[in-house]
């Protein structure tokens, strides 16, 4: 597809105008969210900045760098992914195109561990927290950011997503107490911990095709790819798990809206008891709760 340049010589005001009237057009859900977002990106300001100084002018520079990231946007790829940045828990998390773009659902998954914790032992107590398939990191961080005596190990099958979370931890002041280990879900761990989370791939092969374009073709495929009935992953969590849980210890992981009496069914086979399932944001069934 040949897009043509949207944007020329013009103030900051005109060209999100311009921009949000082209996103518009193209049938996008937040056209001017999505313009806003981009445009504060290029010129590295926030939303009131942005506001105060809608009659400056672009740079040449600018214009060019608007139009690419407008031609990217009509193209579907998600605007965070073209800014290389997600804001999740509070914390500015780098991106690339081999980690999952985190979901604002996922957070449910952090508030049920740090729940949790927070009736356990409280949240100064010394935790032993495992993330697997950390991908950008952002479930450990947020973790590792609120349980300040707590330490770390996330695992991820793939070391460039792995290069994304070190990135992050470091950014925000966590690397001592989080080790980046590479492996299949919990093969890299030794040792027992307090809480083993994860939010998997758990997208049934066959509906990938189905999902809209920003997703499926902009996150990584091994992200998404749950297997055939998309609860490979589940199989794998709950057998490795079992050995590397305390007795006093939990297992948190997300699942998909409909899932939830298949996965209790499997944890159950294997052992897994006091089960509970809480749903995210949209009122859907999204965590999975168990001990051993
Ligand atoms: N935890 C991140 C989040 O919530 O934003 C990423 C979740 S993403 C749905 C799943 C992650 O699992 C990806 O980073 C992917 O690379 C990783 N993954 C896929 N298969 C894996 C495996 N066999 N072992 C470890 N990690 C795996
Ligand atoms: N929740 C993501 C989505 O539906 C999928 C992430 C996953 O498979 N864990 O797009």
Same mark, same amino acid.
């Given at each position: 597809?040949?897009?043509?340049?949207?944007?020329?010589?013009?103030?900051?005001?005109?060209?999100?105008?311009?921009?949000?009237?082209?996103?518009?057009?193209?049938?996008?859900?937040?056209?001017?969210?999505?313009?806003?977002?981009?445009?504060?990106?290029?010129?590295?300001?926030?939303?009131?900045?942005?506001?105060?100084?809608?009659?400056?002018?672009?740079?040449?520079?600018?214009?060019?760098?608007?139009?690419?990231?407008?031609?990217?946007?009509?193209?579907?790829?998600?605007?965070?992914?073209?800014?290389?940045?997600?804001?999740?828990?509070?914390?500015?998390?780098?991106?690339?195109?081999?980690?999952?773009?985190?979901?604002?659902?996922?957070?449910?998954?952090?508030?049920?561990?740090?729940?949790?914790?927070?009736?356990?032992?409280?949240?100064?107590?010394?935790?032993?927290?495992?993330?697997?398939?950390?991908?950008?990191?952002?479930?450990?961080?947020?973790?590792?950011?609120?349980?300040?005596?707590?330490?770390?190990?996330?695992?991820?099958?793939?070391?460039?997503?792995?290069?994304?979370?070190?990135?992050?931890?470091?950014?925000?002041?966590?690397?001592?107490?989080?080790?980046?280990?590479?492996?299949?879900?919990?093969?890299?761990?030794?040792?027992?911990?307090?809480?083993?989370?994860?939010?998997?791939?758990?997208?049934?092969? &066959?509906? +990938?095709?189905? *999902?809209?374009?920003?997703?499926?073709?902009? $996150?990584?495929? %091994?992200?998404? /790819?749950? @297997? !055939?009935?998309?609860?490979?992953?589940?199989?794998?969590?709950?057998?490795?798990?079992?050995?590397?849980?305390?007795?006093?210890?939990?297992?948190?992981?997300?699942?998909?809206?409909?899932?939830? &009496?298949? +996965?209790?069914? *499997?944890?159950?086979?294997?052992?897994?008891? $006091?089960?509970? %399932?809480?749903? /995210?944001? @949209? !009122?859907?069934?999204?965590?999975?709760?168990?001990?051993?």
């Amino acid at each position: 597809m040949i897009v043509n340049d949207n944007i020329c010589s013009t103030n900051l005001a005109a060209a999100l105008k311009t921009a949000a009237l082209e996103f518009k057009l193209a049938g996008l859900d937040t056209p001017q969210l999505d313009a806003r977002l981009l445009l504060q990106s290029v010129m590295g300001i926030d939303q009131s900045a942005l506001i105060s100084a809608s009659e400056q002018a672009l740079t040449d520079g600018q214009v060019q760098q608007f139009n690419e990231f407008i031609k990217c946007r009509l193209m579907h790829r998600p605007v965070h992914r073209i800014i290389g940045e997600k804001e999740f828990w509070g914390m500015r998390l780098k991106i690339s195109d081999a980690v999952l773009d985190p979901r604002a659902d996922t957070e449910c998954l952090v508030e049920a561990v740090l729940t949790h914790l927070d009736q356990q032992r409280g949240k100064n107590a010394e935790y032993r927290i495992a993330d697997i398939g950390t991908g950008s990191g952002a479930i450990i961080l947020a973790l590792m950011g609120e349980l300040t005596n707590a330490i770390g190990v996330a695992t991820d099958i793939s070391d460039d997503a792995l290069e994304i979370a070190r990135y992050n931890a470091a950014r925000h002041g966590l690397e001592a107490r989080i080790a980046f280990l590479q492996g299949s879900y919990l093969k890299p761990l030794s040792g027992r911990f307090d809480v083993i989370v994860s939010n998997p791939p758990y997208i049934p092969t &066959s509906d +990938i095709l189905l *999902l809209e374009p920003e997703v499926r073709d902009n $996150d990584p495929q %091994i992200a998404l /790819d749950g @297997g !055939g009935d998309g609860l490979d992953a589940y199989h794998a969590l709950f057998n490795e798990s079992a050995k590397l849980v305390k007795p006093e210890g939990r297992v948190f992981f997300e699942i998909g809206h409909d899932q939830a &009496s298949e +996965i209790a069914q *499997l944890a159950a086979q294997s052992g897994w008891h $006091d089960v509970r %399932i809480s749903k /995210d944001y @949209g !009122g859907n069934d999204r965590v999975f709760a168990a001990s051993h």
